[in-house]
């Protein structure tokens, strides 16, 4: 609440990420052929855990998505990054 007693609602932005069409629905489409109609299976489970407070900013398919082939995992296991894991 705020000092003036009105309620604050932070709706929360989400971003997903799946292998294509039946993980992250229509956000593997471009965006002239995305279809409000098929959410994916994640979105889906996300409305079932709550149905309100958040919105999806972004999709991406893993494989367009960037990965870090300069440091090694078992490089990041020696270095003690992978510990907090």
Request: proline share 4%; aromatic share 10%; no cysteine.
């Amino acid at each position: 609440m705020t000092s003036s007693g009105e309620s604050v609602t932070s709706e929360k932005r989400v971003f997903l990420a799946g292998e294509g069409e039946s993980e992250i629905g229509s956000w593997a489409n471009g965006p002239e052929y995305r279809d409000n109609n098929y959410p994916g299976v994640l979105e889906t489970l996300l409305r079932k855990v709550k149905e309100t407070g958040w919105t999806i900013e972004a999709a991406r398919q893993w494989k367009s998505l960037r990965k870090d082939s300069k440091v090694k995992p078992i490089r990041r296991y020696q270095t003690g990054e992978m510990s907090r894991f």
